[in-house]
């Protein structure tokens, strides 16, 4: 009979979203260069406006939508062109 509490590892790259100095850990769904699908497994309020961090690049995001599921909060950010500083 199969253990039903155990969870297998996912193969789903992992990023992180930046809220102010706390750091929520999320998966990666699926991503092109202007949205990203991630799930949020802790609890807690996401605003609309949020930095969004992967392999150490840091984009600035909106959430284009969210919907609760029995694993986790999903959300499908619209990530914002990445400004290169040397150009200003």
């Known amino acids: 009979m199969a253990n039903k509490h155990f969870t297998h590892a996912s193969a789903h790259p992992t990023a992180t979203i930046r809220l102010g100095s706390f750091d929520v850990p999320c998966t990666v769904l699926s991503s092109t260069e202007a949205a990203v699908h991630v799930r949020v497994v802790t609890a807690g309020g996401?605003?609309?406006?949020?930095?969004?961090?992967?392999?150490?690049?840091?984009?600035?995001?909106?959430?284009?939508?969210?919907?609760?599921?029995?694993?986790?909060?999903?959300?499908?950010?619209?990530?914002?062109?990445?400004?290169?500083?040397?150009?200003?």
Not at 81 to 86: G, L
Request: aromatic share 4%; hydrophobic share 45%.
């Open 46 to 88: 996401i605003p609309e406006h949020l930095t969004f961090v992967r392999d150490s690049e840091v984009r600035r995001a909106r959430v284009a939508l969210r919907k609760q599921g029995p694993l986790g909060l999903d959300l499908w950010l619209d990530l914002q062109v990445a400004k290169d500083a040397r150009a200003a």
